[in-house]
């Protein structure tokens, strides 16, 4: 039967039960036709959906069924269905507020028995729940085909739409004045009990923002127990700290200098105090001593949380060179006492400074706290106050601007324009450039940026040198082996090295003295590739960076400045103008902690499957729903090109074609091809396979896996006559869920 043809039915009951509207009306038995008033006004069209439409169709009254019920039906004409259809374009503003018991984002009224009526008029869009309708599932039954508590679950009540909007306007960061216009819209079309004024809806706090003077500008204490409120947490609190600058126009010297606080079990990062000015502040010991003050009386007596006692200790403080100078009150990092490790005394060569001597002995919280090298010191730090600090091993070295700002940036930057000896050839370096952005479709999407030509390695972000770094460096620089197989054995080596100390498995197989042993070697042949002359601080301290990792005992994505950087985005956007930006920070920031106590977070546990399809191939015994997505704890996976190469715990990887439901097993499977030759990469400085790393080629025939036995997810690059493979080790850490 062509749709459309056939008269389409709607019943009484079936009409009044979708709507979920008390004004729909109320049927009244007795010959004639019944009546029923109309729906509200819908706004922003100039015709209004009214029911009462319905009833110019209404043949006589049928007999009464045994509750007492009228039954009434109702053909729909192309006129109704226009109703319709200028209804379903509402429908999202409608269900939000008049909470419609809506079956999906398509269709508004799915009420037929034979046909479904919005379907017929949006045939481009078909939805699961309108198949069902065709297949002649009716709902003429007094139970909805979804329960009515999953309804009341989505939005049970006018304070769950008051909540999802508050949340919806500070997420989007929607204007007030735009948001004041929407809030009139609702009130004036639905009569509900919203607040005219957004700032009542984001419960915007009224007080005065309290600052006090940090000369040069002006200082803003949130607070420590404020930051730890919404957070839950073991019987101890460590808390590690970061202060940095972020510049909050390019026309002006205006900056921010927030102190951010992180717990080191959880990772939750919040925002402790800010400084606003047009440099930064004057005296570090005043820009700190809230900070501290608070510090030093929670680890002496402790907090009580949520009706619960917390014991709070000081964890690790996170920066760069210049913040930790600053902070310590120690020499920068480019004078001749600037390494915050060892008492080595810098050479001047070549007009800078540098380091290159080795092994030398190792400073101790003992020596700072008495200044036993005067010559380190500018003078005493507030730092010194907070109980169980050890201004020494406590103040790590960020691998975030030290190793791939730092050393692999200066790397690059030699090759590209450093003195002829060093400098590549513009053939090889076209080379790698058009390598480069080769493989731009292989990226996976927890990698945030794509690769780049070399012309713009300038501009280039923290996460693109991790990128070449860690996966793509072994790859594109292999042209290097043929030019010069030293340069390219020494990049391996910082590769090799730094892969162990930021993956958890690699570190407790290989400790902390392998990768020492391996960057002693790196800033050895550093020294004879490029010249003594390089060996600056960053590089200096490679020699140092394994020793953080085995102070600790957590690896060095663990405390990297990644997240904080990301919050330290998200801080800055939150000034809208130039005017009293420290008290607009104060307010947004107050508004977001609002939002966090009223919305539970969501822990993903188990694997997640989305995007149905009817294409690619199915094994036997597999059927329908096929997917093309899956979200598992720590990675996501899919049928494009750079996200569906994956790992199963028998050591297979998979190419994966599809995903889909086994009737034998009963569980989700992957349907793909394994990699049938693995052979090692690179073999020095050790096997490439020890890391997971791999050159693989010849995929097998099309066979089924059962989705539970996936354990990681590999970066595909092509290579040779194969791929090269890297299991993901380094999801990016900018990504986490932020606390504040």
């Known amino acids: 039967m062509e749709r459309g043809k056939k008269p389409l039915h709607v019943s009484e009951k079936h009409l009044k039960k979708r709507l979920r509207v008390d004004t729909v009306g109320i049927l009244t038995a007795g010959s004639g036709k019944p009546t029923i008033q109309s729906l509200p006004p819908i706004p922003g069209g100039a015709t209004n959906f009214d029911v009462s439409l319905l009833l110019n169709l209404v043949p006589p009254i049928d007999t009464l069924n045994s509750a007492g019920a009228t039954s009434s039906t109702v053909p729909l004409s192309s006129e109704v269905k226009d109703d319709l259809e200028e209804a379903y374009n509402l429908q999202y503003l409608i269900s939000s507020v008049n909470k419609l018991d809506t079956q999906c984002e398509i269709c508004l009224l799915c009420l037929c028995g034979t046909d479904c009526p919005v379907c017929t008029v949006h045939s481009e869009e078909v939805c699961h729940h309108c198949e069902k309708c065709r297949d002649g599932e009716m709902w003429d039954s007094d139970e909805d085909p979804q329960s009515s508590d999953d309804d009341d679950d989505k939005l049970s009540s006018e304070t769950d739409f008051r909540t999802a909007l508050a949340t919806w306007a500070i997420t989007h960061d929607i204007r007030e004045d735009s948001l004041r216009d929407l809030l009139h819209l609702i009130r004036t079309t639905f009569k509900t009990k919203l607040p005219a004024d957004p ?14 003077l940090c000369h040069p500008g ?5 607070g420590i127990v404020n930051g730890l409120a919404l957070l839950n947490f ?42 606003h000015g047009h440099e930064k502040p004057s005296d570090s010991n005043d820009f700190l001593r809230d900070f501290c003050d608070e510090l030093k009386t929670l680890c002496t007596e402790g907090v009580h949380l949520n009706g619960s006692f917390y014991q709070i200790e000081p964890g690790l403080f996170i920066g760069d060179a210049p913040a930790k100078a600053f902070a310590l009150k120690i020499k920068a990092h480019n ?57 020494i091993d406590d103040v790590v070295l960020d691998y975030m601007h030290l190793v791939l700002l730092g050393v692999v940036r200066k790397l690059m930057n030699l090759w590209i324009s450093g003195k002829v000896p060093v400098r590549l050839q513009s053939r090889v370096l076209v080379d790698v450039s058009e390598k480069l952005e080769s493989l731009t479709s292989f990226m996976p999407r927890e990698y945030s940026r794509k690769p780049r030509p070399l012309h ?136 977001m902690r609002a939002i966090q106590c009223s919305i539970p977070k969501a822990h993903q546990n188990k694997a997640v499957y989305s995007r149905q399809h009817s294409r690619g191939p199915l094994f036997r015994g597999c059927v329908d729903p096929k997917y093309s997505f899956v979200k598992l704890k720590d990675f996501s996976l899919d049928l494009s090109t750079g996200n569906r190469c994956c790992g199963l715990v028998n050591g297979k990887i998979v190419e994966i074609s599809n995903f889909a439901f086994c009737l034998k097993e009963q ?74």
């Open 199 to 212: 700032r009542t809806l984001k419960k915007t706090p009224s007080s005065s923002v309290k600052t006090r």
């Open 335 to 391: 004078a001749y006492y600037g390494c915050t490790t060892c008492t080595e005394e810098g050479e001047y060569i070549s007009g800078r400074v540098v380091y290159p001597k080795l092994d030398l002995p190792l400073r101790s919280d003992a020596d700072f706290r008495s200044m036993a090298q005067e010559e380190h010191h500018h003078e005493e730090t507030i730092l010194l106050q907070i109980p169980g600090f050890n201004l």
């Open 218 to 222: 002006l200082y803003w204490h949130a």
């Open 667 to 740: 569980c989700m499977v992957i349907i793909g091809r394994f990699y049938q030759s693995k052979s090692n990469l690179y073999e020095y400085p050790l096997p490439s396979s020890h890391l997971g790393i791999w050159k693989v080629k010849n995929l097998s025939l099309l066979m089924p896996w059962n989705a539970d036995l996936i354990c990681s997810k590999y970066v595909r690059f092509p290579f040779e006559d194969g791929f090269a493979v890297f299991r993901m080790l380094h999801i990016d850490q900018s990504k986490s869920q932020l606390s504040g």
């Open 456 to 591: 713009t390695a300038k501009f280039w972000k923290a996460t693109e040198w991790r990128e070449l770094l860690f996966i793509l460096g072994p790859v594109v620089l292999l042209i290097l082996k043929n030019e010069c197989e030293e340069r390219y054995n020494n990049f391996l080596i910082l590769h090799v090295a730094m892969t162990i100390l930021t993956s958890e498995s690699l570190f407790n197989h290989y400790g902390s003295d392998y990768p020492n042993q391996l960057l002693l070697s790196f800033v050895k042949g550093f020294a004879k590739l490029y010249g003594s002359e390089q060996l600056s601080h960053n590089v200096h301290n490679l020699v140092h960076i394994s020793q953080d990792v085995s102070n600790h005992h957590i690896v060095l994505d663990r405390f990297s400045a990644f997240p904080l950087e990301n919050f330290l985005q998200k801080v800055k956007k939150l000034v809208r103008k130039g005017d009293k930006p420290l008290q607009q920070l104060a307010k947004r920031y107050a508004e």
């Open 234 to 275: 073991e019987d101890v609190i460590k808390l590690d700290f970061s202060i940095d600058g972020v510049p909050l126009a390019k026309s002006s010297k205006s900056c921010f200098w927030p102190i951010l606080c992180r717990d080191s079990v959880n990772a939750n990062i919040f925002l402790l105090g800010v400084y």
